[in-house]
């Protein structure tokens, strides 16, 4: 096979003479996609969504129409840490606020139990330009 990088469980690949646009193949666990060298856009398959940044009460991850959106849920978790529901109130701690996870249907999710519907968190979110 003609591997050309292997990091963090990602396989990059490149054939000798394949068909243009010039390109790239990505494995990760079950995803596989065509990656356009000239674009860094998708040409074939699917990646998993990516959260990018994690920052006081603000997650920046990319949604599953390829879109980088920043939505801070301080405001949310502040009025349930007044509450205290004991469960949206324990996002209160920055440090479990951090350990954050995407789903593969776009979905925040915490190990607690909480989430946040992605339909939701995109009109909440504002649009990011895409660190390069």
């Given at each position: 096979?003609?591997?050309?990088?292997?990091?963090?469980?990602?396989?990059?690949?490149?054939?000798?003479?394949?068909?243009?646009?010039?390109?790239?193949?990505?494995?990760?666990?079950?995803?596989?996609?065509?990656?356009?060298?000239?674009?860094?856009?998708?040409?074939?398959?699917?990646?998993?969504?990516?959260?990018?940044?994690?920052?006081?009460?603000?997650?920046?991850?990319?949604?599953?129409?390829?879109?980088?959106?920043?939505?801070?849920?301080?405001?949310?978790?502040?009025?349930?840490?007044?509450?205290?529901?004991?469960?949206?109130?324990?996002?209160?701690?920055?440090?479990?606020?951090?350990?954050?996870?995407?789903?593969?249907?776009?979905?925040?999710?915490?190990?607690?139990?909480?989430?946040?519907?992605?339909?939701?968190?995109?009109?909440?979110?504002?649009?990011?330009?895409?660190?390069y």
């Open positions: 096979m003609p591997e050309i990088s292997r990091f963090f469980g990602i396989v990059i690949r490149m054939f000798f003479d394949d068909h243009n646009p010039p390109h790239f193949h990505a494995e990760f666990q079950e995803y596989r996609a065509i990656i356009d060298i000239q674009s860094a856009g998708l040409l074939d398959g699917n990646l998993p969504p990516n959260i990018i940044q994690v920052r006081d009460y603000a997650v920046t991850c990319e949604f599953n129409n390829g879109e980088i959106r920043s939505v801070n849920l301080k405001e949310i978790i502040e009025k349930y840490r007044k509450i205290n529901d004991g469960l949206i109130s324990k996002l209160s701690d920055q440090n479990y606020f951090k350990t954050v996870k995407l789903d593969s249907y776009g979905t925040l999710t915490w190990d607690n139990g909480v989430d946040f519907d992605p339909d939701n968190l995109y009109r909440m979110s504002e649009k990011e330009i895409a660190p």
